[in-house]
Structure formats: structure tokens, C-alpha cells
């Protein structure tokens, strides 16, 4: 089995910054032909759909969704299986549950399984 662990959510002014965090971790990860295509985050405001924030395929491929274009950053340290989200500039309207996503192919699979955390919470308030 796989987890995604996300941290570094909370409350913060805005025109703040917050750093998004998430681990992926299970033994599964250690199997040779074990290849996580891609990390990402997602994030979801109370009553609309979740959107994608931004995402890494492969080493350097990086794909932002309209949220957080010029704002936020996505990083990715493979070594550590983690994938890390800069947010600055924050506003109001970026409020929302935000959930690490990962793409990850088990064993040599051609088709990853697609992975979830279970979220962290943003709020931009004064």
C-alpha cells in the first residue's frame, strides 16, 4: 500500500505564504520497476469541484492549473519521495482543502495507480 501524508496547512493573512508538504510512503515504493510518475496537489473550495494547483510528471515536467499560476511554486524532491507547493501571495479565494496527489506505477505496471491524501486545510482570512 501506498500513503500520501500531507502537512504545512493553516490559517494565514492575506498577501501571506505557505509551504505545502507531502510524503509518499509504503513498502510497495521499494520494489524495483517501482516508478512514481507523477505528484501534484489539488485543491477543493466548499461547493465547487476540485481543481488541479499544479503538478510534476516525470523529473521536470511541471503543470500548473489556474489557481496558482505566478503565485505558487510545486517542487519535487525525488530522493525523499516528496513533492513540496510554495504559496505566496495568498488570497481570500484560495481557501480550500488541498490534497497531494500521486500517479505512481507498482512494479513494472503500464497504467499507475492513481494515489489521495487526505487534505489539509488553507484558510486566507484577515
Known amino acids: 500500500q501506498v500513503q500520501l501524508v500531507e502537512s504545512g496547512g493553516g490559517l494565514v493573512q492575506p498577501g501571506g505564504s505557505l509551504r505545502l508538504s507531502c510524503t509518499a510512503s509504503?513498502?510497495?515504493?521499494?520494489?524495483?520497476?517501482?516508478?512514481?510518475?507523477?505528484m501534484g496537489w489539488f485543491r477543493q473550495a466548499p461547493g465547487k469541484e476540485r481543481e488541479l494547483v499544479a503538478t510534476?510528471?516525470?523529473?521536470?515536467?511541471?503543470k500548473y492549473g489556474g489557481p496558482g499560476k505566478g503565485r505558487f511554486a510545486i517542487s519535487r524532491d525525488n530522493s525523499k519521495n516528496m513533492v513540496i507547493l510554495q504559496m505566496n501571495s495568498l488570497r481570500p479565494d484560495d481557501t480550500a482543502v488541498y490534497y497531494c496527489?500521486?500517479?505512481?506505477?507498482?512494479?513494472?505496471?503500464?497504467?499507475?495507480?492513481?494515489?489521495w491524501g487526505r487534505g489539509t486545510q488553507v484558510t486566507v482570512s484577515s
Open positions: 496527489n500521486a500517479a505512481i506505477a507498482l512494479d513494472g505496471q503500464l497504467i499507475p495507480n492513481i494515489y
Open positions: 509504503g513498502s510497495t515504493l521499494h520494489i524495483v520497476d517501482t516508478d512514481i510518475v507523477s
Open positions: 510534476i510528471i516525470g523529473e521536470s515536467n511541471i
